[in-house]
């Protein structure tokens, strides 16, 4: 079984900055694209950005310039660094991942609270 659980929400004022981790557990053999999702209240989810396990990255065009996705592939790990944050940014935020474990499943996390407020 494959379990992806974040961390590193909370509450933060307008300008400030979040780092979210995801930590993948399990029996994993290897890790395809990850990736960050968030859902606003009374809002659909929505894809924030996208990491492959090469390293090449995809961002929305909300969190362009703002947003760096990382990940560390030896740890199953992978980050998401939020500056200039706006209370427009605060939702939930998920982790998902494309986990050969031994076949390929997608998984999601439970998701993390990020609170953009003055």
């Known amino acids: 079984q494959v379990q992806l659980v974040e961390s590193g929400g909370g509450l933060v004022q307008p300008g400030g900055s979040l780092r979210l981790s995801c930590a993948a557990s399990?029996?994993?053999?290897?890790?395809?694209?990850m990736g960050w999702y968030r859902q606003a209240p009374g809002k659909e989810r929505e894809f924030i950005a996208a990491?492959?396990?090469?390293?090449?990255?995809n961002y929305a065009d909300s969190v362009k310039g703002r947003f760096t996705i990382s990940r560390d592939n030896a740890k199953n790990m992978m980050y998401l660094q939020m500056n200039i944050l706006k209370p427009e940014d605060t939702a939930v935020y998920y982790c998902?991942?494309?986990?050969?474990?031994?076949?390929?499943?997608?998984?999601w996390g439970q998701g993390t609270l990020v609170t953009v407020s003055s």
């Open positions: 990491i492959s396990s090469g390293g090449s990255t």
């Open positions: 399990g029996s994993i053999f290897s890790i395809n694209v």
């Open positions: 998902q991942g494309v986990v050969l474990s031994p076949r390929y499943l997608e998984v």
